[in-house]
Structures are given as C-alpha cells and as structure tokens.
C-alpha cells in the first residue's frame, strides 16, 4: 500500500507492506498490488472494472489507477467494461476513455445488473 499520515497530497508519504502502522491510512495500492493485477489480466478477454484502486485526484496516489489503466488499454481483442462514476472520471482524466470498450457512470447499478437484480430502467424498457 502506498500509505501516508494525511488525506492530503502532502505528509509522511510511504509504501508499506500488507499492514498499515497506526496514524496512517491507505490511498493507493502499492507495486506488488500492481503486478498482481497486470498478472491477472495477462490474457483476459472480459474485464469488468468498478472503482480506482486510490485516491487517484492526488497525484501521489494515482499510481495504481494508472497502471490498472494502462494493463486494460493494452489487453488484446479484450472486453474491457468500467462501472462506476470515479471510474469512469479515473479513465476519463487519464486519457484511456477511447482503448476501452464501454464506461458507465453508474457503479452501484452496474454491480446490481451483474448480480442479476432487475434495473427499474430496463423493466420500463421490457414492459414496452
């Protein structure tokens, strides 16, 4: 994790291991996170995203958001889906909008549709 004693872009800015030491909080994932992920995705061809993996608006904690970014702009002849509003502003921001394949603003109604609950958006549509 990269972690730091403050909300702030400022502070006692560190990366940590798995443990967090008291006073400090989490805001990004640190570098074995991100291999971890890049292994992961390693020839995916569905990725369905929801949510940066930091407090990407602060330039020190944007890191991970990037390097996730960068792992699903690279994928080949992937499916790349991102849910979520600050995903979508994450992807927006960075500059990967066009080497996705679809966002979505809404986050919390993409996880509902995946579970299988019905939107109240799309039963309108079918009752049609």
Excluded: R
Aim: glycine share 14%.
């Amino acid at each position: 994790s990269v972690i730091n004693n403050a909300f702030a872009a400022e502070g006692d800015i560190k990366v940590c291991g798995e443990d967090v030491p008291d006073g400090y909080m989490g805001l990004d994932i640190g570098p074995k996170s991100v291999e971890n992920i890049k292994n992961a995705l390693a020839g995916a061809k569905t990725v369905i995203w929801n949510g940066p993996m930091g407090v990407f608006e602060m330039e020190p904690f944007a890191k991970g958001t990037v390097a996730v970014c960068e792992a699903l702009a690279n994928l080949d002849d992937a499916n790349t889906i991102i849910g979520g509003g600050d995903s979508a502003a994450a992807v927006m921001q960075l500059g990967y909008a066009d080497k996705v394949s679809h966002i979505s603003t809404g986050g919390g109604a993409s996880l509902e549709y995946m579970e299988g609950k019905v939107l109240p958006g799309i039963a309108a549509i079918d009752d049609k």
